[in-house]
Nanobody, 114 residues
Framework: QVQLVETGGGVAQTGGSLRLTCVAS????????MNWYRQAPYKQRELVAT???????TYADAVKGRFTISRDNAKNTVYLQMDSLKPEDTAVYYC????????WGQGTQVTVSA
């Protein structure tokens, strides 16, 4: 069973930056993909970014060029660097991994003010 601890959420102004961190209780080398999702008020939860075991990344169109996902397998950690933030980025952000089953973090609130 994988436990995920997320930190780094908070409040930023339009154009600002935040960095989210998700630490897994088991080695990231045993995990294939690691993902960041988000859920805004009145919207479905959406996939924001994915990183594979080998470091290949994909992004939702809405965040391309602004967000960067990365991982440090030695520290069992995945990051989401968020730059050029917009009010529409406001949401609860969730880390997800797969290790025989899907595991979710508790979520961290990101609020971007105009």
């Amino acid at each position: 069973q994988v436990q995920l601890v997320e930190t780094g959420g908070g409040v930023a102004q339009t154009g600002g930056s935040l960095r989210l961190t998700c630490v897994a209780s088991e080695s990231s080398r045993m995990i294939t993909n690691m993902n960041w999702y988000r859920q805004a008020p009145y919207k479905q939860r959406e996939l924001v970014a994915t990183i594979t075991r080998g470091g290949t990344t994909t992004y939702a169109d809405a965040v391309k060029g602004r967000f960067t996902i990365s991982r440090d397998n030695a520290k069992n950690t995945v990051y989401l660097q968020m730059d050029s933030l917009k009010p529409e980025d406001t949401a609860v952000y969730y880390c997800r991994v797969f290790n025989g089953a899907f595991y979710w973090g508790q979520g961290t609130q990101v609020t971007v003010s105009a």
